[in-house]
């Protein structure tokens, strides 16, 4: 074998080899567990952008990988050359989130296209080794577009296509591309359950995108540290003195549909939250509270979270506290001063957005926003003796800067993205940006 010196002397050779294990192995390559002195070859199966050494993955492999890691919930496996045992990969599954598990492959890009026929080999074991082996009722893997190596062998084990993410990823030497979403369900579980791309979504709402509610210049002094102004919200970075609402409400919540559930929340418990996405910077998380320009109440939260500052995208997520101001298109309203943001000042390319089948108020605003369904991720939590189906959105900075704005009683043209902001005086305040 190829090994190195390290791998061969310091590991028990039999564990090295595909000789004599009955599963988990393919024409050109298997997969087995990581040891130690797996280090040395980090950089053809960490899917990392960044360099390390092989003492800082070994001590990685110590302390975290080790302590965190359950061989039976989340791990990382080895991809191996068969012919001279050399890594040349890894795939990780993580089965926190019960009943979805998710397989992250990485091959090492330095092998080109043998590379893609061994992710496409890998996969087409490690999928059937979750689910039929191990009897899991879903794994999930997402693949580039471009991948078709993959993704003909995924098709080929009746792996199905759920979604594709428009753009998302920046590739290597310039362009973007899409991302897909495999699922590979168990036919058992579908027997019991009936098959979950056959349930239909309840659609409410319009369906129609409307004019951008675009941020406006303030005629005097803005609110106190206001980010960005609408005609009737602003956003500002959530404070201390906001922790209260969250909590209050958080108790008073009447609709149980929109998050699988209520959850009290405590004071500590929300400034621990708000602390944690803004101790970062560049934080993960980019949280705005959203205040009435009238009275500076805070009403609610719009965000994006899981921040990708190298693909350049995220996923957006908004609530009205009070019910009361549910409905009213002031949600609408924060998420386009919150667009404006993302893509005016961070840049980025495009927001994907997910929403519970139950909940088609959200769904009706997104697409309200400017938002285009993109597909549907299955079995995503527990519901009714089921599991939650939910709908997946996403929305380009190229889609939003097309649509028109709202100006007043006038739909003006299209953002081009270097104009200054109309007036406040020059944007009726009110009902006009309710649920039309
Ligand atoms: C989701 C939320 C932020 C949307 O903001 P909003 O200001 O209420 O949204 P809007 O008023 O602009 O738009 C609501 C859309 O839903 C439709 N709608 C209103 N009430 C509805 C109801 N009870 N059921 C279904 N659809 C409804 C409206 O007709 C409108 O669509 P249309 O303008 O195309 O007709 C807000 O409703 C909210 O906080 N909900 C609870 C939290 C939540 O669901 N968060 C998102 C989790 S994915």
Not at 212 to 218: D, I, L, N, Q
Not at 297 to 313: A, P
Not at 358 to 371: D, I, T, V
């Amino acid at each position: 074998m190829t090994t190195s010196e390290e791998v061969r002397t310091k590991t028990n050779p039999e564990l090295l080899t595909s000789d004599g294990q009955t599963y988990l192995v393919g024409e050109e390559i298997y997969l087995r567990p990581l040891v130690h002195a797996d280090a040395e070859y980090a950089s053809a199966w960490r899917d990392t952008d960044f360099p390390q050494a092989p003492e800082r993955v070994r001590s990685w492999i110590d302390d975290d990988f080790k302590g965190g890691s359950n061989p039976y919930k989340a791990t990382t496996h080895l991809i191996v050359r068969k012919r001279d045992d050399r890594p040349v990969g890894s795939v990780e599954t993580a089965y926190q989130y019960f009943p979805t598990h998710w397989a992250m492959p990485f091959v090492d890009p330095l092998y080109g296209e043998q590379a893609l026929r061994w992710k496409a080999e890998a996969l087409t074991l490690v999928l059937p080794w979750v689910v039929d082996d191990q009897q899991r009722p879903k794994a999930i893997v997402t693949v580039p577009a471009h991948e078709t190596i993959v993704i003909d062998a995924l098709e080929s084990i009746g792996a199905r296509q759920t979604i594709r993410f428009r753009e998302k990823l920046a590739m290597p030497g310039g362009g973007r591309g899409d991302e897909l979403w495999y699922e590979y369900l168990d036919s058992q579980w579908i027997e019991r359950l009936s098959d979950p791309a056959k349930v239909e979504i309840r659609r409410t709402g319009t369906g129609i995108a409307r004019p951008v509610t675009a941020p406006v210049m303030p005629d005097g002094d803005p609110p106190v540290n206001a980010i960005r102004i609408g005609p009737r919200v602003y956003l500002r970075p959530p404070q201390k003195s906001d922790t209260e609402a969250v909590a209050h409400w958080s108790t008073r919540e009447i609709d149980a549909s929109w998050d699988n559930g209520r959850y009290p929340s405590g004071i500590e418990n929300v400034q621990k939250w708000f602390n944690d996405f803004q101790k970062d910077i560049p934080p993960e998380t980019v949280d705005f509270a959203v205040c009435l320009r009238e009275t500076d109440e805070f009403i609610g939260l719009v965000g994006v979270m899981d921040v990708d500052y190298k693909h350049r995208f995220g996923e957006s997520a908004s609530m009205m506290l009070n019910p009361a101001y549910r409905e009213a298109g002031y949600g609408t309203e924060a998420k386009h001063l919150l667009f404006d943001y993302m893509f005016n000042t961070l840049g980025f390319h495009s927001l994907q957005s997910w929403v519970m089948f139950e909940n088609p108020r959200s769904a009706a605003a997104l697409r309200k926003q400017g938002y285009r369904e993109t597909g549907r991720e299955h079995w995503v939590e527990f519901r009714d003796g089921n599991f939650v189906n939910f709908v997946a959105f996403d929305l380009l900075a190229s889609d939003w800067r097309a649509m028109p704005r709202h100006d007043g009683d006038e739909y003006v043209g299209a953002d081009t993205g270097s104009a200054r902001p109309p007036k406040a005086a020059n944007l009726k305040k009110g009902a006009d940006h309710g649920t039309d």
